[in-house]
């Protein structure tokens, strides 16, 4: 008896190929078109604007802090009243400021002004994105989806570890002396 339910129990394990073949076995699984079809029937957010037509927005990366406004324009970026080509002079810190844009494919449709506090310039330019992302979601609620998914809204909150007493720094210790 034991032999048949081993013979039993083996065919229907090979019969199963892929996640098609469990979604028939489970009976009524969702499929691809119903997991359109409730994202297209979820809530937009509604588009929030100042009172000069502006989405404002504040992005955080280690301890920088970026407030962030966004409004139609040439797609001119100003920090702390300067062009980007001459507050972030590497050009890796401007790709990060324009990956929301490019991702939601609307380089130089925006007009960007930003002010930064804190941290370094690397920080600076993320908290940048981050302000950025939050903004161009509030300004098109229907970007908000893609933008998420790249996750650029996720505030990175790792920051720098404190040193600690007794150490040379966060963890490392002082040389060891035999004598």
């Known amino acids: 008896m034991a032999d048949e339910k081993n013979n039993q129990e083996e065919p229907k394990a090979e019969s199963v190929r892929d996640l098609a073949d469990l979604g028939d076995i489970a009976g009524d699984a969702p499929t691809a078109d119903a997991a359109v079809v409730a994202e297209s029937t979820a809530p937009l957010r509604e588009q929030e604007l100042d009172q000069h037509g502006r989405a404002y927005a504040t992005g955080r990366r280690k301890d920088a802090t970026a407030r962030v406004w966004l409004k139609p324009g040439s797609g001119k970026v100003t920090i702390n009243g300067k062009d980007q080509e001459i507050y972030f002079a590497r050009p890796t810190l401007r790709l990060i ?73 966060a963890r490392r210790s002082f040389q060891f002396s035999k004598r």
Not at 143 to 164: H, M, N, P, Q
Request: proline share 3%; aromatic share 6%; no cysteine.
């Open 97 to 169: 400021i324009d990956q929301p844009f490019s991702i939601t494919e609307r380089q130089g449709q925006y007009d960007v002004i930003a002010t930064v506090r804190g941290g370094g310039l690397s920080g600076q330019a993320g908290a940048v994105k981050h302000g950025i992302s939050q903004a161009l979601s509030k300004y098109e609620p229907k970007l908000r989806s893609t933008i998420k998914s790249a996750g650029f809204l996720t505030r990175d909150s790792r920051v720098v570890e404190r040193k600690k007493y007794g150490r040379a720094k």
